[in-house]
């Protein structure tokens, strides 16, 4: 079980740019915000939400274009498919909290599910996308990789 603290740890050990520890250090932001959103209430809840389901979005379309191709090489196709599919469920789960009174009961439901399915899946991907990594592609590709990484969610570096 990751959270956190265990993946900002992580992402320390290896350099900043590596592709590993820019992926670890913004599942540590998405858990973050996660919580965020589960422990407010109103408008800091919604601003919060806004700004996690913005961030997730970002972060898979990231992960589809950099990551997917080289972990389908490494760790196989079957993996990268079902890592795909779960951010399609999540990208489903997105929409359906789109709008909602985020202080109903239907919200907070829904999000809780939304909260385990996003986990899981970043537990899943610290697994068999980013562990195989390590091992299979060299260092400084990877470093080329969590720059392509940052261009594509936009971030500043
Ligand atoms: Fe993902
Ligand atoms: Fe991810």
Known sequence: MSDAAHDRAEAETLPEDDVIAVVLRQHATIRDMLAKVANTAGHARLQAFTELAALIKAHERAEQSVLRPVGADVEGKR????????????DEALLGLDGLDVDGSDFRDRFEAFRTMVEQHAEAEEEHELAPLRDGV??????RLGQ?????????R
């Open 138 to 143: 060299p260092a400084e590709e990877r470093v």
């Open 79 to 90: 993996s990268a498919k079902a890592r795909t599919k779960e951010e399609a469920a999540a």
């Open 148 to 156: 392509a990484f940052l261009d594509a969610v936009g971030a500043p």
